[in-house]
């Protein structure tokens, strides 16, 4: 099963992607985790995607495909997995397509989670993340047992630099600019689903696993 998740920042796609791979046994594939690493670890591309990513921008195309590609070659993907983040851009859908059309696979399901811009502006200044696991708490919805210590691995939470309040409106308009079009391009190939973002975790969950029975 190949899952792609849409929607704006804070919407809340981590969140279900990752109850999503673990109710299905697929890996969840995050372009933003996989970045948010490589700037960890201080590779070159970790700096080149930083540049971008602090300023709200997307990380351009060329970079964005080579490291998802190279992720979805891996054993681990050959059942399926749930693509969180990517793609972003039309040109990045269509590299994918063209890679899964090669493969004389497709992707099954594209579901878009809903949310309103005033509810994203409120989760992702709640938003606490963990820059070692890739754990994503919020301090009303989701916090920490501890305050500001990851449950998982016990590192300090952080609020990213891109969630703070100046960065996130760009965020969202560069959302509705290049990504947003990605609705029609998925409903187009007849694979689009819409879930209500703004219920309970919980219950945007269940409308996801009506959408995959
Ligand atoms: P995305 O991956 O789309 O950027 P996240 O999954 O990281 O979004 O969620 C953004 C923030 O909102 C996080 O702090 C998360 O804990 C919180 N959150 C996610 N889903 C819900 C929900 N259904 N209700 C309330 N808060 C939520
Ligand atoms: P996310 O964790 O998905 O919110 O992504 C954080 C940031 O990483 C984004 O604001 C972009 O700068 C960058 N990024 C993640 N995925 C992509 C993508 N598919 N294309 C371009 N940039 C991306």
Redesign the pocket.
């Known amino acids: 099963m190949k899952i792609i998740m849409l929607g704006a920042?804070g919407a809340g796609k981590g969140t279900q992607a990752k109850m999503i791979a673990e109710e299905y046994h697929i890996p969840h594939v995050?372009?933003?985790?996989m970045?948010r690493m490589n700037i960890k670890n201080g590779t070159e591309l970790g700096m080149e995607?930083k540049e971008?990513?602090d300023q709200?921008?997307?990380?351009p195309d060329e970079l964005?495909v080579r490291i998802l590609l190279d992720r979805v070659k891996k054993e681990d993907c050959k059942d399926g997995y749930v693509l969180?983040?990517?793609?972003?851009?039309i040109p990045?859908a269509e590299v994918l397509e063209e890679a899964l059309n090669k493969l004389g696979d497709q992707i099954d399901y594209a579901i878009n989670v809903e949310v309103p811009d005033e509810n994203i502006i409120r989760r992702m200044s709640g938003r606490r993340a963990c820059l070692s696991c890739g754990a994503t708490y919020h301090i009303e919805h989701v916090p920490p047992k501890k305050e500001g210590i990851c449950d998982d691995c016990g590192e300090t939470l952080v609020l990213r630099d891109?969630d703070k309040p100046e960065t996130v409106e760009k965020?969202l308009r560069v959302y509705q600019e290049q990504t947003q079009p990605l609705i029609d391009f998925y409903a187009a190939k007849g694979v689009l689903c819409n879930v209500d973002g703004t219920q309970e975790m919980q219950d945007v969950f269940k409308a996801i696993k009506e959408i995959l029975k």
Not at 84 to 89: E, H, L
């Open positions: 920042p995050s372009t933003g985790d970045f995607a971008y990513m709200g921008l997307l990380v964005t969180d983040g990517f793609p972003r851009t990045q891109d965020r």
